[in-house]
């Protein structure tokens, strides 16, 4: 079974910068596309952006041009660059598989975006 541990979050103030980054054992981690997710306050978990197992990435519009996903298959770790932050993107963020590869969840870090 997976385990997958984030960290990264924080509080930052509107325009700011976090890089979240997610440690995953127990899955074959180098042929995984990988996912990013957030539930914000009262809202479901919604999907942010995903990486292939040979980096092709995607990003809701939501992020797009502001987040970067990546991974590195040698620390089995994915990665998410977040910069320009805005008020809405406060939010626990997941990591996880994608698809049919989605498994259990780890705890989240929080993302704080506030003045």
């Known amino acids: 079974q997976q385990r997958l541990v984030e960290s990264g979050g924080g509080l930052v103030q509107p325009g700011g910068s976090l890089r979240l980054s997610c440690a995953v054992s127990g899955r074959i981690f180098g042929t995984s596309a990988m996912g990013w997710y957030r539930q914000a306050p009262g809202k479901q978990r919604v999907w942010v952006a995903q990486i292939t197992s040979y980096g092709s990435t995607t990003y809701a519009d939501s992020v797009k041009g502001r987040f970067t996903i990546s991974r590195d298959d040698t620390k089995n770790t994915v990665y998410l660059q977040m910069n320009s932050l805005k008020f809405e993107d406060t939010a626990v963020y997941y990591c996880?598989?994608?698809?049919?590869?989605?498994?259990?969840w780890g705890q989240g870090t929080q993302v704080t975006v506030s003045l």
């Open positions: 996880n598989g994608v698809g049919p590869g989605l498994g259990s």
